[in-house]
């Protein structure tokens, strides 16, 4: 899988965000903010690489070749949001007529973009349970142009087979997008595995501190790249320098947190596997064989940070989240702090109740980001929220707790 150069991309994504600086006596060790709005030039008809920061800014350039080098690829584009990042590969690809493939389960604002608005320019959607490349194959169209997965899903955790899905669409002449937001590329590379780019809401696990909005593309293809900055320039939905240096700070330890609260997770997850209030746990590790065996292969160094768990009834889930006092309920991922949101009601509650049911977004489906407070502290303050609410009902024998998804 290529994961031995890890540790040398991540240090090298870490020297990219220090441009600017150097090691003269009394140099700074943190690169400064290029916050200007415009660049000066030294007469008519020059061409300087920065003018106006609509378009592109110092700044907002170290986060872009951190961000390439991280996946092996030339600098990144970045975005004010990671929607922005979307509707920017959206338009860059798209026309009238068009149509996109997309995993069943994934962010609500994607399925938003998805079902609201890329409608209005004539452009259609088929939403497939992209852990199955048939069905995959079966979607596919004479105008399909975009296959749109996310692995692990958000919040279910599906598993998708990313190389088998990228040689159908290829096949088929399709581009592969990967919402890698979940694993960052220290866990997983989708360009190693036949995507054509990766979309991130740097928002979450890469920026890492809850201080910075932001979105990006990662590809290999400088063509694709150019589409999507001019994209970016016409629509003026740029990363702000701040934004951009402050993420930059989070890249210099984000192989360090995704590791440690991958690990975290892990032994949460496993914890609440066995919990009696608990009807269904979600991680990657806790999946059917086949999709533990695509994760080992696909995931480097960890399953990431984020478990899902499933309470009975809405009830029990409002119950457990007013009583937590160490884990902060938002609507969020990716922070150093424990998080757990609620899906129905935040991310996907503008999905509608039953496709959102039909992909296992249940009313008492919580969504747990942990942090890196010491794991013993989590799980009491998990226990003591768990002594306000029932135990859970023995499942039937015929229920699989190593699926995810509740489709009948």
Known sequence: MGHRDEPGRAYAAYQCTRIGTARGDGHPLAAPIVQSTTFARSGVGTDPTHQYSRVSNPSVSALEKGLGELEGAPPAVCFGTGLAAEAALFLAVLRAGD??????????????????????????????DARDPSELAAALRPRTRLVFLETPSNPTLEITDI?????????????????NTFLT???????????????????KF?????????????????RLLDRVRHIRKCTGSIQSPFNAWLTCQGVKTLALRIREQSR????????????????????????????????????????GAVVSFELETFDDAHSFVSALRLCTPVEHVGSVETLITHPATMTHADVPIAERRAVGISDGLLRLSVGLEPVGMIIEDLERAF?????????TPSRDQSEVSHVE
């Open 387 to 395: 002594t306000t609410i029932r135990p859970a009902p023995s499942p």
């Open 163 to 179: 190389s088998a899905c990228a040689t159908i669409a290829k096949r088929h002449g399709a581009i592969v997008a990967v919402d």
């Open 99 to 128: 149509h996109v493939a997309c995993a069943r389960c994934v962010y609500g604002g994607t399925t938003r973009l998805l079902q609201d608005l890329l409608p209005r320019l004539g452009i259609t959607c088929t939403f497939i």
């Open 206 to 222: 890469i920026d890492g501190h809850s201080v910075a909005l932001g979105g990006a593309l990662v590809s290999r293809d400088e």
């Open 264 to 303: 975290s997770a892990h032994e949460i997850a496993d914890w609440l596997k066995h919990h009696p209030s608990v009807v269904t746990t979600h991680y990657p590790s806790l999946k059917s064989d086949d999709a533990r065996r695509i994760a080992r292969e696909q995931h480097a160094a960890g399953n």
């Open 185 to 203: 590329p220290i866990l997983q590379n989708p360009l190693n595995l036949g995507a054509d780019i990766s979309v991130y809401s740097t928002t």
